[in-house]
């Protein structure tokens, strides 16, 4: 009998372990129903969002994640303190889309989301305007960490998110490169993009969010093809296509991919022909382009879209024929604007990532401000201290912009070596003098003395308007015999005139014809 009792006893120490581990077990790791199935109602926590997407003038999409499936709805209205609209979806699920619909042209509209009785804070979004009416899109990206600060994003990426919240644009478009990489681990990218969309979420809650695949986003240039994690983070139009477009307020937009998978750096193949199509069909007469790599980049020189120069220039030669007004991009850690025969090149890369210091300037991180209206658009660089930095205007009236690429003042390059300069419209003549020399209508290379020269370009417009910039260069020649001292260079006190006015001349020779007959009465009554 004691035995049995003392084994009883035993074998009951024995399960009470077992039992207190299978509850405490149980209790951890709830069983969660599958998405569409009846789950009995639990305080939500909501996991992302909400936030607005897809905006048009008349609809929109509100999503959030929940941590559990769950059911949908979304209050709004036009008055913060009246959300008298409702939208309900009783599916229980996890991610959370609701449509709302028959919305007021350039309206406000407030919403709330709910999930199980909890409900979020109250956030508000815009309507896109009619047509032509005026809106505010900001411009930013390239916002990931540094190699030794990653997962954790940067101060700076957080600050600009508060300025551009207060800003209380219309339209967001990010540049792209978000995270520092995407690697094999699941759950690894599922912490470096949750650190992602937590800041950014703050935007999404009064603006829609749209962004360009970058080449820290996918391993796609490794040989992976890893986009779930992008399209994970924006709602966009076309997925799973990680180039895509639509329409808002008049303007045409359209979104690239240049990390296409084996064809980094490139918009080529079925890519480009789409891009054709897009731009030769849509109705708008205002279009903006977006890529994470630029045309001309300043610090991936040969590196970016500029790779393959005749895939460059075709592409430049589609935006000019197809009226492209912008084509923005990141990739370069700096902000530039160039403008190129009529197409405005701007690099908006200064979103938090550590910055690059090229001889052109624009190390600052920063946000750009777009207005659009009817047949204009304002561009302003605005940085963390919000300081305007740089503005620019379409239409532009001023003389040609000339600006030279790939080299920059006082660059050290070999004799022959070619520059290459752009002009903000095509010129109707272009003048080259190297070191005060005679003007030339052909471009060559660096002289052959291995000295500082000076190169002055001079552009001519339609309304025959002259321009001009001076350029610096420096010459190296391994064949320049080093025992014969080099030249001085020589330069003009000011830059050679362009062909001069007829009417002008006369008018310089009247006026010494003059000053000298003055003198000689002047000595006459003297005598």
Not at 8 to 16: D, G, M, P, R
Not at 356 to 361: E, L, N, Q, R, V
Not at 434 to 448: A, I, K, Q
């Amino acid at each position: 009998m004691r035995r049995s009792v003392s084994f009883s006893i035993a074998f009951a120490l024995f399960l009470l372990p077992l039992f207190l581990g299978l509850v405490e077990t149980t209790t951890q790791n709830p069983v969660i129903a599958p998405e569409g199935s009846f789950i009995e109602a639990a305080p939500a926590h909501f996991v992302r969002g909400p936030t607005v997407n897809l905006v048009t003038n008349n609809s929109a999409l509100i999503f959030w994640r929940t941590d559990a499936p769950m059911n949908s709805t979304v209050d709004y209205g036009l008055e913060e303190l009246n959300l008298n609209l409702t939208v309900s979806n009783s599916t229980v699920v996890g991610d959370h889309r609701i449509a709302l619909a028959g919305l007021a042209m350039g309206s406000t509209y407030y919403y709330q989301a709910t999930s199980n009785g909890t409900a979020s804070d109250v956030y508000c979004f815009k309507t896109a305007p009619a047509d032509g009416a005026e809106f505010k899109m900001i411009v930013f990206g390239d916002n990931r960490p540094s190699t030794d600060a990653a997962p954790v994003q940067p101060q700076e990426f957080s600050d600009l998110v508060d300025l551009v919240i207060a800003e209380r644009p219309h339209i967001v478009i990010m540049t792209g490169d978000y995270v520092h990489v995407v690697t094999e681990s699941h759950s690894y990218n599922l912490d470096v993009w949750e650190r992602f969309t937590n800041i950014t979420d703050r935007l999404g809650h009064y603006v829609p969010i749209y962004g360009v695949l970058g080449n820290h986003d996918t391993s796609a240039y490794t040989g992976t093809l890893r986009l779930e994690y992008f399209f994970d983070a924006f709602e966009m139009y076309d997925e799973p296509s990680p180039y895509f477009s639509f329409d808002y307020a008049g303007v045409h937009f359209t979104l690239l991919n240049s990390e296409e998978q084996y064809d980094n750096g490139r918009i080529t193949g079925t890519q480009y022909d789409w891009l054709v199509d897009d731009l030769t069909n849509t109705s708008r007469s205002m279009k903006f382009v977006f890529a994470h790599q630029p045309l001309y980049p300043l610090q991936h020189i040969t590196s970016a879209l500029d790779r393959n120069m005749t895939e460059m220039n075709r592409l430049q030669q589609l935006f000019e024929d197809k009226n492209v007004t912008l084509f923005g991009a990141g990739h370069d850690h700096l902000f530039d604007r160039l403008t190129v025969n009529g197409v405005v090149h701007m690099i908006a890369g200064g979103g938090g990532a550590p910055l690059y210091h090229t001889p052109w300037g624009g190390a600052f991180y920063h946000y750009v401000k777009v207005d659009v209206s009817s047949g204009q658009v304002g561009f302003t660089a605005i940085d963390l201290s919000s300081v305007t930095r740089e503005q620019y205007q379409l239409p532009y009236d001023g003389p040609i912009e000339i600006e030279a690429r790939f080299l920059a003042n006082n660059t050290l390059k070999l004799n022959g070596t070619l520059p290459q300069f752009y002009f903000s419209e095509n010129p109707a003549e272009v003048l080259y003098s190297w070191d005060g020399g005679s003007n030339s209508t052909t471009l060559t290379g660096f002289p052959d003395e291995p000295i500082e020269h000076t190169l002055d370009v001079y552009a001519r417009d339609s309304e025959d308007l002259w321009s001009h910039e001076r350029f610096l260069f420096n010459t190296f020649n391994p064949n320049w015999p080093s025992s014969t001292t080099p030249p001085t260079s020589t330069t003009t006190n000011g830059p050679p005139a362009p062909p001069m006015d007829f009417t002008l001349v006369l008018g310089i020779v009247g006026v010494i014809s003059a000053v000298v007959v003055i003198v000689l009465l002047v000595r006459f009554k003297r005598k």
